[in-house]
């Protein structure tokens, strides 16, 4: 049995906004092996990446992290001073951003960019070192050693993706946070880059928590997954399990709503309504007004939201269990 | 009915954006400062005339420009000693000391003896409960002056720079909506006015026409609206025009000069005003500038009170007139700054790049 | 970007031959000439008047005296000025220029700088009770009524204080046996502040690639040290020994003047820069620099600020245009024998050919300017110098 890397225990993390505390992440608990993937599945505004964002301790300056803990490699990253992060950040977690076009700065050279978080951690090294690395690095994501002396904008999108990963790999972190890395890629690099990820991962042995709202993609990248809504984990457990008896209406639905391209033709069912805003505070099922078809528990409101194991390592929202 | 209904529709939403926008505004600190300051002087600018039609005032004393009054004082008569220091006086500039006069600068009143009252007419006259400010070397009232002042840096700032605007705006969109010989030549007379050097222009310009402040305020409005706010206005309208609603209208039928003032222009708009309020900032400061000079010929501005009190040689007599320096200076720098700072707040509301996060 | 900037060239030229026609058209419509009060002299022959004209050309038709005129200016012939004959504008501008250009090119380093620094840290620590100062601060010396401010500093430090000299650009007392002219002093002292510059930019350009930040800083440090005693030795040797306290009396008299138009030029970079800086710290490559670890003054610095640049920099290069047209003010003031007194003079004397020489000066300075803007602008964004080549 692998040792635990990374466990986050009841985070609750708000915004404060002109109109009210958003409450973007609601008693939130997991935790990552060494060497495992980890899959955060959610609509667009779940939370997912304010649950990254806190993993980096990166959030906004109107975000505040209210309880809970963040553990990474025995060492409590809540309440850190920003220089003991800045030691944490990319040595021990690094991060994959959704939208590579940004994530570069346009007006440096994509080496020096990564030779730049190389030398913040690891000052002693040379230029010829860092170069080599930058280089090796290259490969294993299958770019040309020429990239690290083009500016951003002279790379296509999948090559500006493939150095996020060879820069997030630099300083070669324990944990990688892949935010929606394929979002903005057309299907076939899409393709490719998930291959690229999983290779890596395979190769070097780290901790992925990967994060999308394409749940057909955590089922092909992760070994365990996260069901997000509205803030907190309605759905945990292992992948294969999760999508072979999905317990929270949820679930079920996200699975249903994705086509298949192998198997028998189903009719896709469609979810209606939008996520509830996550100002006000909710008590009960957060998920009541769009279930199709709620128990006395969740219509009624009268179950506080808690994860109940179903079976051995897989949880589900107690309130939601046994709607339709 | 239907009409009705959408009409209601979109009041209804404009007042929701205003609300919001204000709600942004009130959010910026120095965008309230700046709206404090610049309604302070409207204050002031609409004071003046209420005071004189309800005869609070009276025309001949307060006046800015004709207003006249004496301020008697009587001033002991005293003989400055030879040698210093004395009892009385620590070194020359001692004598005379307050509320006294040199028997030797009363040559022109004959009979007055050393220990006599002398009673003298005193311009500028300090501050007083009177006259707030005191009054200047004519007798004239200050604050009423600086009242004045405000009115002409309103009409002035205001006029020159919805002029500029209304230029920049429509010439910058029809740049972008044009393209071709149209774009090519606004671009070149842009670049044409950003060449010429504004001040020493001012001064020719000055000197073929007697400026009063009507005409000014078109010079200075042309001038800006022709220059560089065309280019970034255009750019912007680059941007507007290539948006989906801009496409959609077109594919309805709209005809190109309707879908320009009807989808472009107040996409525009923003930034227009964004312009607007900086370029009142540059109107009074320009306004001022060419008082100061001497160039103008207009009756009363902030401007030219610092150039009488300059003029005077009282501007090197430091702060023993203060009340002829310190409030027109300050005028001037702060309408100037709180028409910035207001600028700023919108800047803040209006670019959502520059909103917090 | 050769293209580019060949087209550029282009319009540039189009557009300077338009500010050439436009100009003259607008001194040839202020009434009367530099010899109009000729005909108040009731003792002056009539016909005098005419043959002055005549004798300056003055009687030919407008269209002629236009063509003329640009002729002329391509050969670099302005005539003669009307009210110092018989120097050419030429000699005057030359003259006058170096004054110019030493006291508002040691303003514009200085207020970049400063102003840059000052705006950076502004966006940095948005939402503070020092920004808010700082801002007030900035938009007040932003706006501050210019004329008003100069005197009453004039008054502070020249009079009350007397710590400064009130005016003129150098002791005439000091100068009665100098062996040479004031503007060997002035070209000499361009020519050091040219040089140390360079050098400057040169320490800058060769320290860029080393690895080692703790390196690279320290032998920044060092060419500083090294050029502070490059010049100590330079002004205490050999020829420009002579020149040292006629230079230290030019200097003496630029330091007020240097402040306060410091003062009032940094504002408008601080709170460019803010702007800029404020846009460019909501951008995604910052937030990855913050995941990288990297140290908040080099986000600040190196990310940040770098990308900030670009802009302050072009609206830099926009303010040197303005350079003579807001030296006139200055000029005024510090009674300072520049350009902006030369150019001013001109206009209110109707010295035509002087007035006109200024003017298409101030032109062609503004044209290299502009094109300068855009080259400059397309060497620092990468973005721009690949697109202009594709």
Known sequence: MSKEVLSVKNLNMHYETLSGDVHAVKDVSFSVKEGESFGLVGESGCGKTSVAMSLLQLQADNAKISSGSIVLDGVELVGMNESELRKVRWDGISIVFQGAMNAWNPVVKVGEQIREAIREHYPEKSKAENTEKIESLFKMVGLDAAVIDRFPHELSGGMKQRAVIALALSCDPKVVIADEPTTALDVVIQDQILNEIKKVQELLGLSLIYISHDIAVIAEMTDQMAVMYAGSIVEIGPTDKVFSTPKHAYTRLLLESTPSVVGEKKKLRSLDGEPPSLINEITGCSFSPRCPDPSDDCKNQNKEMKLVEIEPGHFADNCCVDCG | MNENIEQDLQKQLRKEAIRRNWNLFRQSKLGMIGLYIVIFFLFLALLQPFLFITGIWNKGVYDPVVGYEAIKDTLLVVECPKEYPTEKYESMKDCPGEGEINVKRLYLAPGVEVGDYYEAFIQPAPPSSRHLLGTDSLGRDVFSQIMEGSQVAFVLGLLSATLGVGISTILGTIAAFFGGRVDAYLMRQSDLILMLPSLPLLFIISAFAELKVWHLAVVLGVLGGLGGSVITIKSQALQVKVKPFVDSARITGGSRWRIMFSHVLPNVAPLALLFMVFSVTGAIASESVLSFLGLLNIDMSWGIMIYLSQTDGFIFSGLEFWWLILPAGLAVTLLAGGFYLVGRGLDDVFNPRLRKR | ?390
């Open chain 3, 1 to 390: 970007m050769g293209e580019y900037i060949i087209k550029r060239t282009l319009q540039m030229t189009v557009v300077f031959f338009l500010f050439l026609v436009f100009s003259y058209l607008l001194f040839n419509a202020i009434p009367g000439n530099a010899f109009s009060n000729l005909l108040l002299n009731p003792d002056l022959p009539p016909d005098a008047y005419n043959r002055v004209l005549e004798l300056y050309g003055l009687d030919k038709p407008l269209f002629e005296r236009l063509q003329l005129y640009i002729v002329n200016f391509f050969k670099g012939d302005f005539g003669y000025s009307y009210k110092s004959f018989p120097k050419t504008p030429i000699e005057l501008i030359s003259e006058r220029l170096p004054r110019t250009l030493m006291l508002f090119a040691i303003v514009n380093i200085v207020s970049f700088y400063t102003g840059f620094f000052i705006g950076k840290i502004l966006a940095w620590r948005r939402g503070s009770q020092s920004e808010t100062w700082i801002t007030l601060t900035s938009v007040f010396s932003y706006t501050v009524f210019y004329p008003w401010f100069a005197l009453m500093m004039l008054w502070v430090f020249g009079y009350k204080l007397g710590w400064l000299p009130i005016g003129k650009f150098l002791y005439p007392e000091k100068w009665y046996d100098a062996p040479f002219d004031s503007d060997i002093v002035f070209s000499s002292m361009i020519k050091f502040t040219i040089v140390v510059s360079l050098i400057q930019f040169a320490a800058y350009l060769a320290t860029r690639g080393i690895e080692s930040l703790s390196s690279r800083r320290n032998l920044r440090f060092a060419s500083l040290i090294a050029i502070f005693i490059g010049s100590y030795f330079y002004w205490n040797n050999g020829a420009a020994l002579i020149k040292k306290p006629y230079a230290a009396d030019i200097a003496y008299h630029m330091i007020l003047p240097v402040m306060v138009v410091t003062i009032v030029a940094f504002a408008g970079t601080a709170l460019l820069t803010r702007t800029t800086m404020m846009e460019v710290l909501k951008e995604d490559y910052i937030l990855t620099a913050r995941a990288k670890g990297i140290s908040q003054k080099r986000i600040r610095d190196r990310h940040a600020a770098r990308t900030a640049l670009l802009p302050v920099v072009t609206s830099f290069i926009f303010t040197i245009v303005t350079i003579i047209d807001g030296s006139v003010l200055t000029e005024q003031i510090f009674s300072w024998p520049g350009m902006g007194q030369l150019l001013l003079q001109s206009v209110l004397e109707e010295d035509i050919p002087v007035a006109m020489a200024c003017f298409s000066f101030v032109g062609v300075f503004a044209l290299v300017a502009h094109l300068l803007a855009d080259i400059s602008y397309s060497y620092l964004d990468p973005r721009i110098r690949i697109k202009s080549q594709g």
